[in-house]
């Protein structure tokens, strides 16, 4: 393939190809709607035979992140994929990565719940990918893409993040990304990195043992409280350094806006139509839209909503990331909550009676 190339495709097969295109190494993974097509389209392209990435459907979402574990300790480009559930079955696995310093990516295109729910499009995992689902004073790099380009994107972004900080990252998608199609330039070929260079750039690698090499460790278990104490404070120390230098995010017409809209993800592309139309209505609006969940935009959502009449938060759940905005205005500005629960994706005029009805 050209490395520079323009297809139409789901973002869901969008993440299949950047992943053999920046260089991952294995993916692994189990079927769930509305994610499958990660893994069918990963089995379609044989990248074994071209790259020599391995691609393995696991007998359990457990099974997919213990394999990530393994993999990505060695120092490899891992990743999985999967969806609400699936990834709430992946928690203790993500937490023990968290705990041992240990650079995986994880792809959640969410579903409907809570527990099994509906395979209809949602953003009710917010809380899972943000707070750390699992035990134990952890974060997830959290990035929330808005289009197929994203997608495609994002995954070397991820793998960037992870191995820079040596942290999970998560690609929290919803079924409307994953499935719907448009265009993308996928990215540029890269080399998978030889076990010298892991060696080189990953010194913490448990790579296997030599005459002259120890193997590392990679554990999140110590058992002496005053150890395990600083090794806290060290994750602190690290994921505040995350907070000061990784926040993304955009912004769209805010220069003149009297009132804001804050959305992430799927939810940010209907209130785009929503601005559209309120502008047109003469209402002067704008959008904020967190591309990194986490660490949160929450100094430059308050400055943003400085002078503002009003915010409307507007998202595919019941009120999550409308914590997080409220937190960073701190009562500031009045902040109002649009969302639809169950599966059903708003409509933009829905975004835009809501607006009137809140705030204006």
């Known amino acids: 393939m050209a490395e ?17 295109r920046c260089g991952a190494d294995g993916y692994f993974g189990y079927p769930i709607t509305p994610q499958s097509e990660v893994l069918e389209t990963l089995a379609l392209l044989k990248p074994w035979e071209t790259t020599g990435m391995v691609v393995l459907q696991a007998e359990s979402e457990v099974a997919s992140i213990n394999m990530i574990y393994g993999g990505a300790g060695a120092g490899k480009r891992c990743l999985t994929s999967s969806s609400s559930p699936g990834v709430a079955l992946m928690q203790e696995g993500i937490a023990y990565m968290a705990g041992a310093e240990i650079p995986g990516v994880v792809v959640n295109v969410q579903r409907g719940g809570p527990g099994l729910g509906t395979i209809q499009p949602s953003q009710s995992d917010y809380f899972q990918a943000t707070r750390g689902g699992g035990n134990g004073d952890y974060y997830v790099i959290v990035l929330a893409p808005n289009s197929v380009q994203e997608m495609a994107d994002f995954v070397d972004l991820a793998f960037e993040l992870a191995f820079k900080y040596r942290n999970p990252a998560m690609i929290l998608s919803d079924g409307v990304i994953g499935q719907m199609m448009e265009k993308v330039v996928l990215p540029p070929m890269k080399p998978r990195k030889t076990e010298e260079e892991i060696r080189q750039l990953y010194p913490w690698a448990s790579i296997g043992r030599s005459k002259d090499r120890n193997p590392s460790i990679l554990t999140s278990l110590e058992l002496m ?29 805010m220069e003149d806006a009297d009132y804001m809209i804050v959305s992430f993800g799927s939810a940010s592309r209907i209130a785009e139509k929503a601005l559209e139309i309120a502008r047109g209505e003469g209402m002067k ?76």
């Open 225 to 253: 409280p005053e150890i395990m104490e600083q090794r806290n404070l060290h994750l602190q120390r690290k994921y505040k350094e995350i907070e000061e230098n990784e926040v993304r995010y955009d912004t769209q017409q």
């Open 285 to 360: 609006v704008g959008l904020f839209r967190p591309i990194t969940l986490w660490p949160f935009p929450s100094r430059q959502i308050a400055a943003a909503a400085k002078g503002k009449k009003g915010v409307l938060v507007a998202e595919i759940n019941a009120g999550q990331m409308v914590e997080d905005v409220r937190l960073a205005i701190n009562g500031a500005v009045r902040v109002e909550h649009f969302g639809r629960l169950g599966g059903i994706v708003p409509d933009p005029e829905e975004i835009v009676k809501a607006l009137k009805e809140e705030l204006i």
């Open 4 to 20: 520079q190339e323009i297809m139409l495709m789901k973002g869901n097969e969008a993440i299949a190809h950047a992943a053999i």
